[in-house]
Structures are given as C-alpha cells and as structure tokens.
C-alpha cells in the first residue's frame, strides 16, 4: 500500500474505456481525499507513532471528531481457538491520516504501554467522536 500511494500520485478519476458489450463510456467517481502524500503517514516506527499521539492530544480539552477504520488478517479456521487480530489501523484527523501496521509495529516495542495511551484516547475520552462504518 505505501509504495502505491507514493506511485500513484495526482490521480484523478478516470473515463473507462467501453467494453465489447456497451457503447457508452462510463466514468468512474470516487473521493478523493484532499490530502497530500507527505499527509498520509505510515506507522512503522516510534516518530511516527509519537506523531501520532501529538496530533491526537494537540487539542486536548476540545471536541475533536476521527475517522476510524480496521483491517483484519483473514482467519480460514473457524474455531474458538482462533483470534482474528486487526493487522491495519486507520486513523485520520482533519489534516493527516495515519495508517498502523499493529502486525508489524508493535512487535518491535513494548506493546501494553504503547498501547495504553491510544486506547485511553480513541476509546475512553468523551472529547473525542469516531466516525466510523460497520458492514456487518
């Protein structure tokens, strides 16, 4: 995902072109954020992580609103054993997003304590909205 953001830069929504069965060209529309690449932070060391924890305890005491999202490694065996642990963590503030690896990054650092503080935000903290979708 990081290289094709980096790679994939000023995209703008394009015409398709007709397929053998249609004679009308078709447009795809979509949102594009507006944000730039350097805006998009990939979570895989501790500066970005305490880039993080900065933006999100910049404005303390005010209400702030955060666009919540998590991606899960999928989990083919289907017993209570099995954990579905969330690999990517998306987080976006008005004016930057941030992606976490949790698979990758928190096994280089004490996790629990890293951890805390963010959970303690997202979760506990009656300042903070999480926008957020569930397609279940």
């Given at each position: 995902v990081?290289?094709?953001?980096?790679?994939?830069?000023?995209s703008?929504?394009?015409?398709?072109?007709?397929?053998?069965?249609?004679?009308?060209?078709?447009?795809?529309?979509?949102?594009?954020?507006?944000?730039?690449?350097?805006?998009?932070?990939?979570?895989?060391?501790?500066?970005?992580?305490?880039?993080?924890?900065?933006?999100?305890?910049?404005?303390?005491?005010?209400?702030?609103?955060?666009?919540?999202?998590?991606?899960?490694?999928?989990?083919?065996?289907?017993?209570?054993?099995?954990?579905?642990?969330?690999?990517?963590?998306?987080?976006?503030?008005?004016?930057?997003?941030y992606?976490?690896?949790?698979l990758?990054?928190?096994h280089?650092?004490?996790?629990e304590?890293?951890?805390?503080?963010?959970?303690?935000?997202?979760?506990?903290?009656?300042?903070?909205?999480?926008?957020?979708?569930?397609?279940?």
């Open positions: 990081q290289q094709y953001i980096h790679n994939k830069q000023n703008e929504p394009k015409a398709s072109t007709p397929n053998q069965t249609t004679t009308e060209t078709s447009t795809v529309d979509h949102y594009k954020i507006p944000l730039e690449t350097h805006e998009i932070i990939f979570v895989d060391s501790m500066s970005n992580y305490e880039r993080l924890l900065d933006g999100l305890f910049k404005n303390n005491n005010e209400e702030i609103l955060i666009g919540f999202d998590c991606e899960w490694k999928p989990v083919f065996n289907n017993t209570s054993t099995s954990k579905q642990r969330i690999s990517v963590m998306q987080i976006a503030l008005s004016n930057e997003v992606l976490l690896d949790l990758n990054f928190f280089t650092c004490d996790p304590t890293i951890q805390q503080r963010l959970a303690n935000r997202l979760f506990d903290d009656d300042h903070v909205t999480l926008l957020c979708k569930n397609t279940n």
